[in-house]
């Protein structure tokens, strides 16, 4: 279509006093990162007109032809009018002259050609890439336009895009059994105090409550190494506990799991414990028990000792960090040397607590999985458009792949190719919309992952295997080991 038929389209569609905005772009998979910045160009202005650059224009950017590009833009609720953009987008504005240009964030500060084309006429260039406030929204209205409501939601594109069939992931259950994985890091003992609400206080704005049950639960790196033994894997475990009752019992729940546990005990803290008190299916208050410093020297020596044996019989090293001190720095880079020496498969996930922690710290791995705010809070980027953030988390730690979690949302998969010197992202949504408990969503990815990774599995099917494992664990109340079976039985739902 001509140019001058375009504007004369978005023209006559346009409201006469009101702003247009524009925004352009290759948009190969509308993941969260379009979705946010597409709904922050509509609050600038009255009428959002989308620019989808032909694949003249996107060369070799172009992974999807541009028709399949252009239905997934026209279909987001946000746009009023969406196009094949076959010129430059500084071209195009100088003809439409739009109130109003947006971009990402990271493009601020850079040059930028529309700038000086806006200034001419009058218009503004605004940067944003958007937030996460409307996501929850946003997923509300893809529920209320669905009459029946499906427990797990298969990302049938995703997996015809990266050629992932179900008879492999299948096999890579089956085969879990051939795998030997290490996981180190801080053990966690969740307990569960169910609750019967009877009111409010008539002293106070109090909510009162009567515990009426209790179920504790291995939690933390334990049940990483929990899941990865549930799936078939041979599994050793190494941490540090307290002298106390926890250390028993999480002793006795990883011996049921079978995995083979190395439980040093430091009297100068106790087991980290977190308390959840729930009522009719809502966590109402969460008390953690916990000391953060880090272990002593004479510890990580125990530690390094009890690990080193195991490596050369291993395929995959996992670091489960939750900051509470069981991985010091010099004690993940001293067992990081050795991996590396080992050729084995290295990943870390860092769960950060408010603004503390760094994944970053996790140097060369060849997975990491954090959260988005975890991703910002370790490289200190609170503005930019996630495929900036993964890539520039990915670059700080020297990361080969990153799997960056969006709850709800789903998970955006960042994959190096060509030895690392480039790299493509795709979004895979979330299977589950409908989750009882989240708790434990990262650590039944981190361990299903590792699995697939060791069985020389490549990353689109870790992330696919990984976030089924995620929707089964968040089905259920409490962190329990998954089984094979339980993954085999999602398949034909």
């Known amino acids: ?87 430059t987008a500084e071209e195009f504005v100088a003809q439409l002259k739009p109130g109003v240009i947006v971009k990402g964030k990271e493009h601020e500060g850079k040059f930028n050609a529309e700038e000086q084309v806006a200034a001419a006429y009058g218009g503004r260039l605004v940067f944003g890439s958007g937030d996460t406030v409307f996501s929850a929204a946003n997923l509300l209205r893809e529920e209320l336009k669905t009459e029946d409501h499906l427990e797990f939601e298969f990302p049938e594109a995703f997996a015809g895009r990266h050629d992932i069939s179900m008879a492999t992931l299948e096999d890579f259950l089956r ?13 966690i003992v969740d307990e569960y105090i169910n609750c019967e609400p009877l009111g409010m206080s008539q002293e106070d704005p109090t909510i009162v409550v009567t515990p009426v049950g209790q179920q504790s639960f291995l939690g933390g790196a334990g049940i990483v190494a929990a899941h990865c033994a549930g799936l078939g894997a041979r599994v050793s475990y190494f941490t540090v506990t307290g002298d106390d009752q926890w250390h028993d019992f ?41 000391r953060q410093h880090g272990i002593s020297k004479e510890l990580q020596e125990q530690l390094l000792a009890s690990l080193l044996p195991l490596l050369d019989q291993s395929d995959a090293l996992v670091f489960s960090d939750f900051n509470y001190g069981c991985l010091p720095q010099h004690l993940v880079e001293r067992i990081t040397v050795e991996a590396k020496q080992r050729k084995l498969i290295l990943m870390a996930d860092s769960q950060c607590s408010s603004q503390i922690g760094d994944v970053t710290r996790f140097a060369g791995m060849d997975l990491l999985t954090p959260t988005e705010m975890e991703a910002r809070v370790s490289t200190r980027d609170h503005e930019s458009g996630l495929v900036t953030l993964a890539e520039s988390l990915r670059r700080q730690a020297g990361a080969r792949n990153v799997f960056l979690k969006l709850g709800g949302e789903g998970m955006m998969v960042h994959v190096a190719k060509n030895c690392g010197e480039d790299w493509l992202t795709d979004q895979l949504p979330s299977f589950n919309r409908r989750p009882k408990d989240t708790a434990g969503a990262g650590d039944s990815l981190l361990a299903a992952a590792a699995i697939t990774l060791a069985l020389g599995g490549d990353m689109w099917q870790a992330s696919f295997l990984g976030s089924l494992a995620a929707a089964c664990q968040v089905s259920r109340v409490g962190n329990t080991p998954l089984t094979p079976g339980e993954l085999l039985r999602a398949f034909d739902r």
């Open 250 to 290: 999480a002793a006795e729940k990883l011996r049921q799991s079978g995995v083979d546990a190395v439980l040093l005990k430091d009297d100068t803290r106790p087991t980290t414990t977190k308390q959840r008190y729930r009522a009719k299916g809502k966590t109402l208050l969460r008390v953690n028990h916990l």
């Open 1 to 87: 279509m001509l140019t001058e038929q375009i504007i004369a389209n978005i023209q006559q569609k346009a409201p006469a006093q009101g702003d247009v905005v524009f925004v352009s772009g290759n948009f190969n998979i509308l993941h969260p990162g379009h979705l946010r910045l597409l709904q922050f160009a509509k609050e600038n202005g009255d009428f959002l007109v989308v620019g989808v650059s032909s694949n003249r224009i996107a060369g070799r950017a172009a992974i999807l032809d541009e028709a399949l590009r252009l239905e997934a833009v026209c279909a987001n609720t946000s746009v009023d009018h969406c196009f094949i953009l076959d010129s």
């Open 175 to 187: 085969r879990a059994n051939q795998t030997r994985i290490c996981v180190i890091g801080d053990l």
